[in-house]
């Protein structure tokens, strides 16, 4: 196996288990797997998106030469911060759980209450995440193996399609809160 799905699948796994470790901790072994049968569309695309990232992003560093590397530094870290920004959009609700623990049981009632749409915008940052890595290496002349016929998109176009894409849809989970989850499994 190589590093990067390596770095990748370990990612994937880490989440997960923070995913199950909290709302285990917060509530019960039960509870935790009560939401992963609802929410399971979209908690297994967000652990992809997290793995494809970090492990998008080791392969960048392993195969950019250090002179290269410095070049595409703001590529990565802005790649970086969308992935940031998808781990903590995706477990920020968690946190939820804990808040009536710690008297904060207005800001559980808000984390609770946009649970989907927070889950959705982990999933939306993830993809335009993947985008900036695969524009990247593109951009850096990384090598793409078996992803070669890749090569030929258009990552930038893709990208803001993703972001537009995603502006909206991300809207409609907030303005839908709760209702979000029946209209995915229902349509």
């Not at 984390?111 to 695969?134: D, H, N, P």
């Amino acid at each position: 196996m190589n590093k990067p799905f390596l770095y990748g699948l370990t990612a994937s796994t880490v989440m997960f288990v923070f995913y199950f470790g909290v709302l285990s901790l917060a509530n019960s072994p039960r509870h935790a797997l009560e939401q992963l049968q609802w929410y399971w569309y979209m908690i297994f695309p967000l652990m992809i998106l997290i793995g494809a990232q970090v492990g998008l992003y080791k392969h960048i560093t392993d195969s950019i030469s250090a002179e290269n590397f410095s070049a595409a530094k703001g590529s990565v870290a802005a790649s970086g911060g969308i992935s940031s920004g998808a781990m903590v959009a995706c477990c920020v609700h968690h946190i939820a759980d804990i808040f009536p623990l710690l008297g904060l049981t207005v800001a559980a009632a808000f984390f609770s209450q946009y649970q989907s749409a927070f889950m959705v915008l982990g999933i939306a940052s993830g993809v335009v995440g993947v985008l900036y890595m695969l524009e990247a290496m593109k951009k850096n002349n990384a090598a793409f193996g078996p992803a070669r016929p890749l090569i030929g998109l258009d990552f930038i176009m893709l990208r803001k399609t993703a972001m537009i894409i995603g502006v909206i849809v991300v809207g409609f989970a907030f303005l839908s809160s709760q209702s979000l989850p029946v209209l995915l499994v229902a349509g």
